[in-house]
């Protein structure tokens, strides 16, 4: 044995030798362990993982049900299940949704604000928050959200659509027109829009204009009622009494359960009988003729 090997030996028994070397194979066998694990930790989804999705799919089955049958509190209380699970963007949205269905506004704006924050590209969830806060009459935000919509997706009709009517209902008749109008330019078969851009026209008191895309929306609608009774108003706002008659008969044979028309339809022709009945105004009366201006008195020559 060489003499260092010697001295080692000498230094370091052969149970000690045998000790370092049983450690240094446990720290190796230690280290495949750990490896091991944060392998099946990448590839194998943990079990908890797995009934936690489970319990996801289970709630999400149970609130879409309780909606499809109007159950508001049990859908309520199963979608908020799946927000606690998993509060990711697409749940907040939903749970917004069925508040919103329930007429519940305020938790409706909070829940479609949590999504927004959990997800600044859910789009989707910046129309359903805007039609939120019309509900509340809180046009401006909800302008707001539409053009945040817009901005990033300039094509997307609805947002257009739900910022019309925003702008509509708050007296910019401007914003509506040019939102209504650019809904047309794609298609100018949208009834919705012509519906809208009407009631603007007629509102600015533009009524050619208005007469014009109710005219187009009857068109497309012939059993609409409400078309027919929106035009009346606007022949009777422009004289043709007659006419706005007609409209209002034709709205009241469409839906004879339409309150409102009947009631215009009488109002017409009550102010029509009261017209026909009034004697004809007498002609007026001729032109005082003015005295010829007094001649002065001739002058005396002498």
Known sequence: MPDRLRLLARIFPVRLWNSCFTINVALRTMKKILYLIAVLALFAP???????????????????????????PKAISAFRKVVELDPSSQNWENLGI????????????????????????????????????????????????????????????????????????????????????????????????????????????????????????????????????????????????AKAIADADQAVKLDSKNADAQNWKNYLEAKQKSKESQPPPLPPPPPKTSAPPAQAAPTKHP
């Open 98 to 241: 069925v508040y919103r269905n329930a007429g519940n506004l305020g938790e409706a704006i909070k829940a479609f604000t949590s999504a927004i924050e959990a997800d600044a590209d859910n789009v989707s969830a910046y129309g359903n928050r805007a039609s939120a806060l019309i509900g509340q009459r809180r046009y401006d935000e909800a302008i707001q959200d539409c053009t945040e919509v817009l901005n990033r997706q300039p094509d997307n009709v609805n947002a257009r659509r739900t910022r019309a009517y925003a702008a509509s209902s708050k007296g910019d008749w401007k914003m509506a027109m040019d939102d209504y109008s650019a809904i047309l330019e794609s298609n100018h078969n949208d009834a919705e829009a012509l519906k809208g851009r009407a009631y603007v026209f007629k509102q600015a008191k533009d009524n050619d204009k208005a007469l014009e895309d109710y005219t187009a929306l009857i068109k497309l609608r012939p059993k609409d009622g409400h078309a027919y009774l929106d035009r009346s108003k606007v022949y009777e706002a422009k004289g043709d009494t």
């Open 46 to 72: 943990p079990v908890v993982h797995a009934q936690k999705k489970e319990e996801v799919q289970k709630f999400g089955r149970e609130g879409m049900e309780a909606q499809r049958n109007k159950n508001w």
